[in-house]
């Protein structure tokens, strides 16, 4: 046999080494995303809705938080939709008309036949002084006697000026006052009290200013702790007869003065008017008759919008918002919300979860996303009006920050710009669900400090 040859043992070949695993450098972190969730996990904001947004200069988003696309109420802040918008469509030049009217204007003996109109043009900075001057222009023009009677012409605006989702608690109060199509030194009043003897008693009203003469007050306030500040609240409707005062008012403190909202403008703007003409000698005749085409005898022209907005926008004025939000709608014949909506629209930007109630912001009701606010002053910084529109924002002593703050209970909101080694960052900053005691002003100053680093 032949010999058999033996196969030689298999020998497993080696594998070749595994190649070394390399994990994925990790994409670097946003500064700004890990700002935001360091700050907000602050145990003050527990339980807070907190919407954050920043912009570069060109518009483009760098950051935003989970519900920085979710509708919030932005309280004041909202004025910088009236007022850029205002900007737009009414132009810097616009200056609010307040006019004097007659039939067939002033005869040489001085009189004018049927009624003198004293119509508005829903000037919130009307003051009483204006309407003197407006009374000398008409002596100086040799009025003497006016046959009929003097009538407010307040229909440049709606009939009803609040409202209906401004709360029953701020439409008494000085800021909460209506706008109306004639108003008269901001529409606010002051209320003075002296306190009683010690802490309980009731305070002693010492009236107001304006004197109201029909206007009848039901007045309970008592007298609250050494340094308790105004504790009164205000609550009146439009055209109301009868004011509530309810309240308390600091021990010790005589002649402490209250600021409420005057409860018809228009009505006041009357009297005030009526009693500068009377002084200068002129009569009224108080005879009916037949309505005729009038003329215009006088006219008061408000100061320019720019001046208007600057300050708006400094005190945060809600009659000067909502004045210019109305007028904004009455010159397209249109709902004012919806004017104003497509303005911004035209401008590029593309609203979500939009719910516009007002121009000033007073309404709990209107809600817009941080996203939405941030890039309606990114549109109005690149307007043909941009530098004056950023000229009006409210601005910290250093420059860095040129901003607009709203606040109401629960409520804070700032939106703007951060100005950081020559460059522009928009950003808008909403919280919602606040604690009554959280310092949010001093709080947010850390998370704004992070853009731009």
Avoid at 204 to 221: C, E, M, N, Q
Wanted: proline share 8%; hydrophobic share 40%; charged share 20%.
């Amino acid at each position: 046999m032949p010999p058999v040859e033996e196969t030689p043992p298999l020998v497993a070949e080696a594998e070749p080494p595994a190649p070394e695993k390399v994990e994925p450098t990790p994409p670097p972190a946003n500064p700004l995303e890990q700002a935001f969730k360091d700050w907000s996990s602050a145990p003050e904001l527990a339980g807070a809705l907190i919407g954050y947004c920043v912009f570069d200069g060109e518009g483009k988003l760098l950051y935003g938080s989970p519900l920085a696309e979710t509708a919030l109420c932005p309280a004041s802040a909202l004025k910088t939709v009236t007022a850029g918008a205002a900007f737009g469509l009414l132009g810097p030049d616009f200056r609010f008309r307040t006019e004097v009217l007659a039939a067939g204007g002033i005869s040489p003996a001085g009189t004018t036949t049927g009624d003198l109109v004293l119509k508005g043009g829903g000037d919130p900075t009307l003051s009483a002084e204006d309407l003197d001057v407006l009374a000398a222009q008409l002596a100086e023009k040799g009025l003497k006697r006016v046959e009929g009677s003097l009538k407010s012409d307040a229909s440049v605006f709606p009939a009803e000026p609040v409202n209906e989702h401004w709360n029953w608690g701020d439409i008494g109060n000085a800021y909460g006052t209506g706008a109306y199509g004639l108003n008269v030194d901001h529409n606010v009043m002051s209320l003075w009290f002296d306190p009683g003897v010690k802490e309980g008693e009731p305070a002693k009203f010492g009236g107001s200013i304006p004197a109201l003469g029909k206007t009848r007050w039901d007045v309970r306030v008592a007298t609250g702790p050494v340094g308790s500040g105004d504790g009164v609240s205000i609550f009146s409707s439009p055209y109301a007869e009868v004011v509530q005062v309810r309240g308390t008012v600091p021990l010790g403190e005589k002649g402490f003065t209250v600021r409420g909202s005057v409860p018809n403008p228009p009505k006041l703007a009357e009297e005030i008017f009526r009693a500068a003409l009377v002084k200068r000698g002129v009569t009224f005749g108080g005879r009916p008759h037949a309505v005729e085409e009038t003329v215009p005898l006088a006219a008061h022209l408000s100061a320019p919008l720019p001046e208007i907005i600057d300050h708006m926008q400094l005190v945060s004025d809600n009659l000067e918002a909502q004045s210019l939000f109305l007028t904004m709608g009455r010159r397209a014949d249109a709902p004012a919300a919806q004017v104003v909506k497509e303005y911004w629209e035209k401008a590029g930007v593309r609203f979500t979860g939009l719910r516009l109630i007002d121009g000033s912001g007073l309404a709990r009701a209107t809600m817009i996303t941080p996203v939405d606010l941030a890039r309606v002053n990114i549109a109005a910084l690149k307007g043909p009006d941009g530098a004056r529109y950023l000229q009006s924002l409210p601005g910290s002593s250093d420059g860095t920050l040129k901003a607009k703050r709203g606040a109401m209970s629960g409520v804070k909101t700032e939106v703007g710009f951060i100005i950081r080694d020559g460059k522009t960052y928009p950003f808008a900053l909403m919280a919602n669900g606040l604690g009554a005691n959280v310092d949010f002003w001093k709080l947010r100053m850390s998370l704004l400090e992070s853009i731009g680093q």
